[in-house]
């Protein structure tokens, strides 16, 4: 079993930063990728950033140039540095891992339970 506890979420201002972090415990050895997912009120579930175990990273058109995932093997963790917010990037953020490294295409194996980020105007 492996349990994701996403933390640094908050209100922040228009234009303003944030950094989400998330530390894995437990099985961490079977995680692959991992990443982050938002979910905006009334809409559904999407994909923010993924990054693989040597680092390579993906990202959704809508953060590209603006947020930056990261990731520290050692320490199990995954971060997520929000730069120039909006308010239309409010939204419950999900830590997510998978274990075979296709997670985006199949399903993520492991969630945790959500960070919310609120943008103001």
């Known amino acids: 079993q492996v349990q994701l506890v996403e933390s640094g979420g908050g209100l922040v201002q228009t234009g303003g930063s944030l950094r989400l972090s998330c530390a894995a415990s437990g099985s961490v050895n079977s995680i692959k990728d991992m990443g982050w997912y938002r979910q905006a009120p009334g809409k559904q579930r999407e994909l923010v950033a993924v990054?693989?175990?040597?680092?390579?990273?993906n990202y959704a058109d809508s953060v590209k140039g603006r947020f930056t995932i990261s990731r520290d093997n050692a320490k199990n963790t995954v971060y997520l540095q929000m730069n120039r917010l909006k308010p239309e990037d409010t939204a419950v953020y999900y830590c997510v891992g998978d274990n075979d490294g296709r997670g985006t295409i199949y399903g993520m194996d492991y969630w945790g339970k959500g960070t919310l980020v609120t943008v103001s105007s």
């Open positions: 990054i693989s175990a040597s680092g390579s990273a």
